[in-house]
């Protein structure tokens, strides 16, 4: 992880086991001033970002664009998802995509096979986009009138505390991954508005429980949309469409 997110702040629960008990000496030998500089400097950062996302928001809004941040963890399908999605937009409905990922280019090669400009951020030793990379990448998509979707780097937690300047989190939940994420990263199905369960087409050849998914996501978020999906067999896409025009609508009915 990196030393900038956050991922340092706030309290520490290590369950106690009688038999560890000098792991939990040792914590109460941290030196505490060290600590609360590390959490002063993350704050400050945090709110750096912040401002940088409102910026970003009425940059959005002033071009018309429905910006969308898509969180998962690595591999959940959130290329996969969008390189379909554009395929169905394109070409009535104009989007764009900003790729986040630690290394490599080949996220936005394959958006950009489907003639969608695509900008590639890539992070380096960072978990996460933030707001500066946006604005930058942004700038260099010369873009208006559509969707802007953000691939965010595949992680389940960093991504969580940094605005973006976008409409909406999405959080992509593969069917591999268990029905207890929400409940072990609460924050970012917390910050969506909508969870995207992805790979339904593996359910039949899995074991694994959507409800109980489901119902642990609305335990952390109650308001939260889900649509089951599948790039593979297109289940669940005019959902999934119908959501991005209803939520393009929301938009422009209060621009
Ligand atoms: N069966 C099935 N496989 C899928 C589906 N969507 C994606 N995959 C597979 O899942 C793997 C990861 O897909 P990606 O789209 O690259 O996932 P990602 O979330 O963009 O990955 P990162 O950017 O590395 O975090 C690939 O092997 C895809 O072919 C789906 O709907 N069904
Ligand atoms: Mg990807």
Redesign the pocket.
């Known amino acids: 992880m990196c030393g900038v997110c956050g991922c340092g702040e706030g309290e520490v629960r290590i369950e106690p086991e009688h038999s560890h008990e000098h792991h939990q000496q040792e914590a109460i030998r941290e030196d505490p001033s060290e600590r609360s500089h590390l959490v002063r400097v993350e704050q400050d950062i945090l709110a750096k970002n912040d401002a940088l996302a409102g910026h970003n928001r009425a940059h959005f809004r002033n071009h018309r664009v429905l910006a969308l941040n898509?969180v998962?963890?690595?591999?959940?399908?959130?290329?996969?998802?969008?390189?379909r999605t554009l395929e169905a937009l394109l070409p009535e409905t104009t989007a764009a995509v900003i790729?986040g990922?630690q290394e490599t280019t080949a996220?936005a090669d394959?958006i950009r096979e489907t003639g969608a400009p695509a900008v590639q951020v890539n992070t380096g030793k960072g978990c996460h986009l933030d707001a500066q990379m946006i604005d930058s990448a942004f700038n260099r998509l010369h873009f208006s009138d559509g969707i802007l979707f953000i691939?965010n780097?595949?992680n389940l937690v960093c991504p969580a505390g940094f605005d973006l300047g976008e409409a909406h989190k999405v959080v992509?939940a593969?069917v591999t991954e268990g029905e207890d994420k929400p409940l072990k990263y609460p924050n970012m199905f917390a910050a969506s508005s909508l969870m995207l369960v992805?790979?339904?087409?593996?359910l039949p050849h899995l074991d694994f429980d959507v409800d109980a998914l489901i119902a642990n996501a609305r335990r952390v978020n109650p308001a939260i949309a889900v649509i089951q999906?599948?790039?593979?067999?297109a289940?669940g896409m005019d959902s999934w469409l119908q959501w991005l025009a209803g939520a393009r609508g929301m938009m422009a009915a209060t621009a």
């Open positions: 898509l998962s963890s690595p591999g959940a399908g959130k290329t996969t998802l969008l390189v790729e990922d996220d394959r691939e780097v595949g992509i593969s992805s790979k339904v087409d593996l999906v599948s790039a593979k067999d289940t």
